[in-house]
Structures are given as C-alpha cells and as structure tokens.
C-alpha cells in the first residue's frame, strides 16, 4: 500500500519561506520519481518540481526556478520542497505524488499515487 503524506504548509508572508515535507511509505523508495504539485481555485493543477529517486535528477517549473528547491533525505523517506521568497501567485493545495516508472517529469498523468496535499496561502 503505497501512502504518501504532506505536511508544513500554513500562511506565510509574501517574501517569507516555508518547508513542505512529503512522507513516503510502501514501496521502493529508490525506484520511483517524487514530484511536487500545486493548484489553485479555478486553475489547472500545475507541476512545481520532481525528482527522481533513482538517479537524482530534478526539475523545476519556471515560475518558481531559484525560489523553490527539492531535497531528499533518503533515510527517513521523506522528500522537501523548500519555498523561499513566496508570492502570492503561490497560494494553493500542494500535492506530493509518486511515479513508479522513476521518471522525473511536471505532468500530473504520468503519476500513479496521489497525497492528500497540504494547503498554503501567502498574505501580502
């Protein structure tokens, strides 16, 4: 059974950080892509930045390049997106999902499981 967790969004100030975390359960770790996801009301849900476990090789979308960075702590199967310098256009439910494929990509189709996301709301 293939349990993907998030946690760590909250409100945050325009300018300001927060840490989201994604905990991974039930299945191989190292042989699956962990992307991050993200959607706002009325607006199609739009790939943030991925990984793959396998090889390390990351992606991010152009929006958030050089604000958000994801990481991997392999020992606790938990993978981070670390969101600096938010802005408003940021708001939303983030998802973290997982590829059994290992392939890092942003297009939410190719995923097979799904968290239950985490919302995030920056305030200006």
């Known amino acids: 059974e293939v349990q993907l967790v998030e946690s760590g969004g909250g409100l945050v100030q325009a300018g300001g950080s927060l840490t989201l975390s994604c905990a991974a359960s039930?299945?191989?770790?190292?042989?699956?892509?962990i992307a991050w996801f993200r959607q706002a009301p009325g607006k199609q849900r739009e790939g943030v930045s991925c990984?793959?476990?396998?090889?390390?090789?990351?992606d991010y979308t152009a929006s958030i390049k050089g604000r958000f960075t994801i990481s991997i702590d392999n020992g606790k199967k938990t993978v981070y997106l670390r969101m600096t310098n938010v802005k408003s256009d940021d708001t939303g439910v983030y998802y973290c999902?997982?590829?059994?494929?290992?392939?890092?990509?942003?297009?939410?189709?190719?995923?097979?499981?799904w968290g239950q996301g985490t919302q995030v709301t920056v305030s200006s």
């Open positions: 999902a997982a590829d059994r494929t290992g392939t890092c990509g942003l297009v939410p189709i190719y995923y097979d499981h």
């Open positions: 039930g299945f191989t770790f190292g042989s699956h892509a």
């Open positions: 990984m793959s476990l396998s090889d390390g090789s990351t």
